[in-house]
C-alpha cells in the first residue's frame, strides 16, 4: 500500500508540472503570426481550385501549424511526450512529423548500434567467405549500408544525415529564438524552398512547418490544346482545359478524338467497335479500333515441307517456321554429335561416355551415351553435417543431416535457432515480439527485434469537453494530447467575468480578464485595473492526515493597491504632481516654503511644511521665524545698527550717544546720532545743524593767516572774513633800533617796517668794527694753540722710544648673555602686552 501511495503522489506531481509548465508559455496571439505568416502568400480562390492534392497541401500545412502554435499539440513518437514551443526539435524531410531533437539523436545512434551488432553476429567468421558440407564456396553475405531511419515514415537517412544542431524550418538559423510573434521553431525570414511539383518558383511563406502550400504565382498560360487565348492562371493550375473538343483524326485512320482539351498528339485510343478478322484469318468479331489485332484459340495445324509434322503455334499470321521441319536437325542423347537427319528417323547413341554432371555437382555421368536422365551418383565419400559436428560416410547425392539442434541466438539476440543441424545459416527469427508497447494498450506485433518497440502506428480519436471537436492522436496519447477546440469553455467561471477562453482539458486557466470592480480595500473607490483576482490557485499547507488531497485551492485575494493616477498637492501648495492612489498623501515636495515672514523682508527658508492654508503666501504656524538683523539702511552717516530684530521701516531713531570734540579740539561735546545725522530739511539746514551741534560755543581758537586769532564762534573750515582783522602789528627798522605799531590791515596793505635814520647808520658802524675785533682775537688765540700743541708732539716722539710691554688684564672674566633664553623672555613680554592691548581696545 505504501508503494502505491507513493507511486500515485508522484504520478499527481508529474501532471501538476506539466500543467504548469503549459501554463507558463502562455497564449500566442495566433491571428496575428497567420496574418505575418500569409503575408506573401494568396490562398487559392474557388474558381483557380482545380487540384484535388493542392487543398490537401494546405491541409496539411495548417494541420502542422495548429500542432506548433499550440504548446503541447504535438507528439514525439520517441518518447510518446509532448513537444513545447521552446524545445529543440527536428523535423522530417518526407513527412514532416516533429521529434525532440535529443530524442532523435538517440534514435539514430541506436539504429545504427544495432545495426552493427547484428552484421557482426550474423557474419562471424565468415567475413572471408567458406566452404559448405558440399565442399562449395559460399561467398559473405554483403553487408547492409549502415543507415538509421525516420520512426514515422521509415524513410532511410545516411549517419552523415544525423541531426546535430537545432534549426529552423527553412534551416537558415541555428538555434532559433523563441518570439511570441513569430511561429514557434521558425527564423522568421521567407521560405525559398523550391516548390514541389516543381514550377520553378520558390515558397513565399515565412518559415513554416509541414509541406509548402501550393505554388500561388500567376501566369498567362493557354489551355492544353492551345486554341484558347492565353489566361492569367495561377502556377499549380496552368494546365487547364478549354472544353472545346479535340477532332483530330485517330491512329485507325477512320474516327475522330472526341475527348476534351488535351496536349497534342496525346489523343486517347479510339473507342469505337468494328468488325475485325484474328491473325490466322479464321475468325472474325466485334473489337474496338485500337485493338484489331487479336488471336484466336486455333492451332494453326500446317503442314511443314516434311508432310509428317504440323505447326502446333496458336493463331498466328505468316508461314510457319519459314516451311522446314524445326526436327530435321538432331543430335544425340549426350549431345556431342549432332546431324541432319529425316525428322522420321530416330538418332542413336554415339557409343561415348555420357560425362554429363550429375545432380551432386562434383562428380559426371560414367555410363555410355544414352537416353533419359542419368543415375544417382554413386560415389560414396566421407560427408560432414551441415553443422560440422559429425562424418559419415555417405553416397555423394545424399546430404548428411545430424540430429543435433542449434544453440546459435538469432538475429533478434533472444531466442536460440533448435534447427537440426543448421550449419550456421540460422534463419531470421520469425517469432512475433509481444512485448507491451509505450501505448499500454497493445503489443508489438513486428518479428522478434533489438532495442526497443516501434511506437504503437494505431491512433484514437478524442474528443474536446464540450464534445464539439474531434482529432486523431497516437495511441496511448488519449490524456496528454492536447486538442484545439474553438469554442468557448462552458465550465462555469470562478469570478464574476464572463468565459472568454477557449474550450480545453483540465482545469480552467486564471481568467486574465481585469477586475473592474470598485477598489473597496482602498476606500478610494476607483475602479481596480489589476488581473481578476477573485479565485486565484495558491498552494495549499500539507497535511500529514489528508495526503491525498489537492495541493492548491481557489481563494479571493483582496485588490492591490490602487494604481489610478491621482493629481496631489504638496503640503506647502507650491505643485501639484500624479501619483498613484495608493500614494496619493500630501507630502513635502522638498522644495523652499518662501512665504513671506512679517518682516517683509525676507521669506521662509524651512523645507515645504505643513500650512494651515496653502494658497496663502504669508507667514503661518510652522514658518520659521525671521532671525536677521535689521537690514534698512541707515541715515547717511550712522555707523549703528538697528537694535532691533529684521522688522518693516521706518527704524526708530538712533539713540546712540556721540561723544566728540568741538571744532577747536578744546571742548568734548555730547549729542545723540539720530538729532546729529537728521536728514530732515534742506541741504543747508542739514549743515548749519550739524554745524552747531559740532560748535562749543567759544570764541575759535585759530588764527588768521595774519597770525591774529579769530573772531568767530568756533566752527569748521577756514576762519571766515580774515581781512576785518583790525589788530595792532608792531613794525621795525632794518637794525631793529627803531619800532611802530600799526593796524593790521596797513600790514597787510605793504608797510612792513621802518627806514634806519642817521643814529641807526652809526650804531652800525660800531658794531662792525667790534665784530672784527672779535674775529682777529679768535685767530690769534688759534695759533697758540696749534703752537703749543706742536712742541708737545716732537717732545714726545722726538727722541727713541723704549718698547712699552704688553700688560694683560687679569680682572674678573665677563659673563656670557643666553640670548636664546632671553629672546623667549621678550616675546612672551610682547605677546602679554599685545593681548593688554586688544582688550583695552575691544572695551573701547
Not at 28 to 39: A, G, N, S, T, V
Not at 143 to 163: N, V
Not at 243 to 254: F, I, P, V, Y
Not at 384 to 406: F, I, N, Q, V
Amino acid at each position: 500500500m505504501c508503494n502505491v501511495a507513493k507511486v500515485e503522489k508522484i504520478a499527481q506531481k508529474l501532471v501538476y508540472a506539466y500543467a504548469s509548465s503549459s501554463e507558463d508559455e502562455g497564449e500566442l496571439d495566433e491571428k496575428q503570426i497567420l496574418d505575418q505568416l500569409y503575408k506573401h502568400y494568396q490562398p487559392t480562390s474557388g474558381r483557380s481550385s482545380g487540384k484535388p492534392g493542392s487543398d490537401k497541401d494546405v491541409a496539411r500545412t495548417t494541420t502542422f501549424l495548429e500542432n506548433t502554435l499550440h504548446s503541447g499539440a504535438a507528439t514525439c513518437l520517441i518518447c510518446i511526450g509532448s513537444i513545447r514551443r521552446v524545445e529543440p526539435i527536428w523535423s522530417c524531410e518526407s513527412c514532416y512529423c516533429f521529434f525532440h531533437l535529443n530524442c532523435i539523436q538517440r534514435w539514430a545512434n541506436d539504429s545504427m548500434m544495432q545495426m552493427k551488432v547484428r552484421a557482426e553476429q550474423q557474419n562471424g567468421n565468415q567475413n572471408q567467405g567458406h566452404y559448405n558440407h558440399l565442399g562449395e564456396f559460399v561467398p559473405p553475405k554483403r553487408q547492409k549500408s549502415l543507415h538509421w531511419c525516420c520512426p514515422q515514415c521509415r524513410r532511410d537517412y545516411q549517419p552523415a544525415e544525423k541531426p546535430t544542431q537545432y534549426n529552423c524550418f527553412c534551416g537558415k538559423e541555428e538555434n532559433p529564438q523563441s518570439q511570441p510573434f513569430l511561429v514557434p521553431h521558425s527564423c522568421g525570414e521567407i521560405c525559398k524552398k523550391l516548390l514541389q511539383p516543381k514550377c520553378g518558383h520558390d515558397c513565399k511563406l515565412l518559415c513554416h512547418p509541414g509541406p509548402c502550400p501550393p505554388c500561388a504565382q500567376q501566369a498567362q498560360v493557354s489551355c492544353l490544346c492551345g486554341k484558347s487565348t492565353p489566361r492569367s492562371m495561377r502556377c499549380i493550375d496552368k494546365q487547364w482545359k478549354c472544353q472545346q473538343t479535340c477532332k483530330e483524326l485517330l491512329a485507325c485512320g477512320k474516327h475522330r478524338c472526341s475527348q476534351v482539351c488535351h496536349r497534342p498528339g496525346q489523343c486517347p485510343p479510339c473507342s469505337s467497335k468494328s468488325n475485325q478478322p484474328c491473325e490466322c484469318k479464321r475468325e472474325s468479331k466485334v473489337v474496338s479500333c485500337s485493338d484489331r489485332k487479336w488471336k484466336c484459340t486455333n492451332i494453326c495445324g500446317a503442314t511443314f515441307a516434311c508432310g509428317l509434322h504440323t505447326c502446333e503455334k496458336v493463331c498466328h499470321a505468316g508461314p510457319c517456321g519459314g516451311g522446314e521441319c524445326p526436327l530435321e536437325v538432331k543430335t544425340c542423347p549426350c549431345g556431342k554429335n549432332s546431324q541432319m537427319r529425316p525428322c522420321n528417323e530416330a538418332v542413336e547413341t554415339c557409343g561415348d561416355t555420357c560425362q554429363k554432371l550429375l545432380s551432386c555437382g562434383q562428380h559426371s555421368c560414367t555410363q555410355r551415351c544414352h537416353r533419359g536422365n542419368c543415375i544417382s551418383c554413386p560415389v560414396r565419400t566421407k560427408k560432414k553435417c551441415r553443422c560440422g559436428l559429425h562424418e559419415k560416410e555417405l553416397p555423394c547425392s545424399k546430404e548428411h543431416t545430424c540430429e543435433t539442434k542449434c544453440k546459435q541466438m538469432r538475429d533478434c539476440g533472444k531466442h536460440a535457432c533448435n534447427r537440426k543441424c543448421c550449419g550456421d545459416q540460422c534463419p531470421p527469427c520469425e517469432k512475433i515480439c509481444g512485448k507491451q508497447l509505450s501505448c499500454n494498450k497493445h503489443k508489438c506485433q513486428s518479428v522478434c527485434h533489438n532495442g526497443p518497440c516501434y511506437p504503437c502506428k494505431l491512433e484514437s480519436q478524442i474528443n474536446c469537453r464540450c464534445g464539439k471537436t474531434r482529432r486523431s492522436v497516437p495511441c496511448g496519447r488519449e490524456k496528454s494530447a492536447r486538442i484545439v477546440c474553438l469554442e468557448l469553455c462552458r465550465i462555469s467561471a470562478k469570478c464574476h467575468h464572463a468565459i472568454k477562453h477557449r474550450c480545453h482539458k483540465g482545469e480552467c486557466p486564471p481568467c486574465g480578464q481585469v477586475c473592474a470592480l470598485p477598489n473597496s480595500d482602498s476606500g478610494c473607490g476607483h475602479i481596480c485595473k489589476a488581473r481578476c483576482h477573485e479565485a486565484v490557485r495558491v498552494n495549499r499547507p500539507a497535511d500529514a492526515a489528508r495526503p491525498q488531497t489537492k495541493k492548491y485551492e481557489y481563494k479571493s485575494l483582496p485588490h492591490p493597491r490602487c494604481e489610478e493616477s491621482v493629481s496631489v498637492t504638496c503640503i506647502g501648495g507650491h505643485e501639484v504632481a500624479t501619483w498613484p492612489c495608493w500614494n496619493s498623501k500630501p507630502t513635502s515636495c522638498q522644495r523652499k516654503c518662501s512665504r513671506k515672514l512679517n518682516c517683509g523682508n525676507h521669506k521662509c527658508s524651512l523645507v515645504c511644511h505643513s500650512v494651515s492654508n496653502p494658497q496663502d503666501m504669508q507667514q503661518q504656524a510652522g514658518c520659521a521665524t525671521c532671525e536677521e538683523g535689521c537690514i534698512i539702511p541707515r541715515p547717511t552717516g550712522c555707523a549703528h545698527a538697528c537694535p532691533k530684530g529684521c522688522h518693516p521701516p521706518p527704524c526708530t531713531p538712533c539713540g546712540f550717544v556721540i561723544k566728540s570734540k568741538c571744532h577747536c579740539g578744546l571742548t568734548q561735546l555730547v549729542y545723540k546720532c539720530s538729532e546729529y545725522f537728521d536728514e530732515a530739511g534742506t541741504v543747508q539746514e542739514i549743515i548749519d545743524r550739524r554745524e552747531r551741534f559740532r560748535s562749543c560755543g567759544n570764541r575759535c581758537l585759530k588764527n588768521y593767516p595774519c597770525a591774529h586769532r579769530c573772531m568767530s564762534i568756533c566752527h569748521s573750515g577756514k576762519c571766515p572774513s580774515p581781512d576785518l582783522c583790525r589788530k595792532k602789528v608792531r613794525i621795525f627798522c632794518a637794525c631793529k633800533r627803531l619800532k611802530q605799531e600799526i593796524a593790521c590791515d596797513k600790514h597787510r596793505a605793504g608797510q612792513t617796517s621802518l627806514e634806519c635814520d642817521s643814529s641807526c647808520v652809526a650804531e652800525l658802524s660800531r658794531a662792525q668794527a667790534a665784530e672784527q675785533q672779535h674775529l682777529e682775537q679768535k685767530r690769534r688765540n688759534e695759533e697758540e694753540r696749534n703752537r703749543l700743541e706742536l712742541e708737545k708732539f716732537e717732545q714726545k716722539f722726538g727722541k727713541r722710544k723704549h718698547k712699552e710691554r704688553r700688560t694683560i688684564d687679569v680682572g674678573p672674566p665677563k659673563s656670557k648673555i643666553n640670548w636664546e633664553q632671553t629672546a623667549i623672555y621678550v616675546a612672551s613680554v610682547m605677546i602679554v602686552l599685545g593681548a593688554i592691548a586688544v582688550a583695552f581696545y575691544a572695551d573701547s
